[in-house]
């Protein structure tokens, strides 16, 4: 039997409920696209010129995986930020939303007096904390979700709160035009996918199982192009975060451009290194080409690399199914590793540093 078939052991090490947060993905999005549609904001917040987001981490993530299905559709300019700064453009005509599962993200947070000063139409997207009590006191507009889907209570694990709340508030401001039946097409497809890669679904019929098996003692190197560029930057930071296991991410055609070059030396990348192509059929002609010239190259190199190729009809669709697959390779790559995916000793102890 398989290590990862053995379900006792996963319990064991899944302290944290992580792997019942992961099945309650399509659930998270349902319940924060249906509480969204309820706000009601001012009309001014539909007259923007720009939209800019902040979150960290796993708060950042859902943007990322937006920006990237809906970058072909989007008429006004969508930025993703990190930090404690306001780039220059943000003024009256700028949607400005502070993304925070806690509530309390220093970062996001900071930004919110200068936002202010220059005008912007703010909202805010939480689970509690600060940013909750600023909302409630109507100090700013927002959505103030109740993670009852989310019973390992981390963030990173309550994505679909961030994609489903964050397309919610972009729908509501005109920005991005959903229809219902697409939210719950994908979240079928979703609840479809859960049965294929539950822990309950043994190894050898197990996609989810399979990758995080190629991936054990190796650094995992995401490949992604077009609407799964987010994709492959929540995978890589899935990995990282969950398996406490490096990995990075590179996106197609850019990284022809430089990468295969670097594939040479050390002379050990062979030994070390995997790469994950999220593949899909609904790529442009000429990047998908890009993929099998970029295979043979790194098998050239002999180095090793897997394919995910994700089902769905929809740029939607797919992008979620690589989400619910990426969540359950990284939670399979920590048993693995013989972890609890939950816990995050070093992103703590940075914490309790910064605030010492």
């Not at 319990?11 to 706000?39: F, H, N, V, Y």
């Not at 993200?105 to 600060?130: D, F, Q, V």
Request: proline share 4%; charged share 20%.
């Amino acid at each position: 039997m398989h290590t990862l078939d053995n379900l006792a052991r996963l319990g064991q090490l899944d302290k944290e409920r992580m792997l019942e947060s992961i099945a309650l993905l399509p659930r998270q999005i349902e319940q924060a696209w249906a509480e969204t549609k309820k706000l009601k904001f001012s009309p001014a917040y539909k007259k923007i010129d720009k939209v800019v987001i902040n979150g960290m981490g796993g708060s950042g993530l859902g943007t990322h995986i937006i920006r990237s299905i809906y970058f072909k559709d989007l008429k006004v300019s969508l930025a993703n930020i990190h930090g404690y700064d306001l780039p220059g453009l943000v003024d009256k005509n700028t949607l400005y939303i502070i993304s925070s599962y806690s509530g309390e993200t220093e970062e996001p947070l900071t930004t919110l007096k200068a936002a202010k000063k220059r005008g912007a139409k703010i909202l805010g997207i939480t689970a509690g904390g600060e940013l909750a009590e600023l909302i409630q006191a109507k100090q700013i507009p927002g959505y103030i979700f109740e993670p009852k889907h989310n019973p390992c209570n981390q963030p990173r694990l309550g994505l679909g709160y961030s994609i489903g709340g964050i397309l919610g508030l972009l729908s509501q401001c005109g920005v991005v035009k959903i229809k219902d039946q697409e939210i719950s097409s994908a979240v079928n497809l979703l609840d479809k996918l859960n049965q294929e890669f539950s822990p309950k679904n043994p190894f050898t019929q197990n996609k989810a199982k399979q990758m995080a098996d190629s991936l054990y003692g190796k650094i995992p190197v995401v490949v992604a192009s077009e609407f799964l560029a987010g994709n492959a930057h929540a995978l890589a930071n899935q990995i990282n975060e969950n398996a406490k296991n490096f990995s990075a991410y590179f996106i197609i055609s850019e990284l022809n451009h430089h990468l295969l070059e670097g594939l040479s030396y050390p002379a050990s990348n062979h030994k070390n290194i995997h790469f994950v192509f999220l593949e899909s059929n609904l790529y442009y002609s000429r990047n998908q080409k890009r993929f099998a010239i970029t295979k043979d190259i790194v098998a050239k190199n002999k180095i090793q690399f897997s394919s995910f190729f994700s089902p769905g009809e929809t740029n939607l669709e797919q992008s979620f199914a690589a989400l619910l697959f990426g969540s359950y390779v990284s939670f399979y790559l920590a048993i693995m590793n013989g972890l609890d995916p939950s816990l995050i000793p070093s992103v703590d102890y940075l914490k309790e540093k910064l605030n010492n």
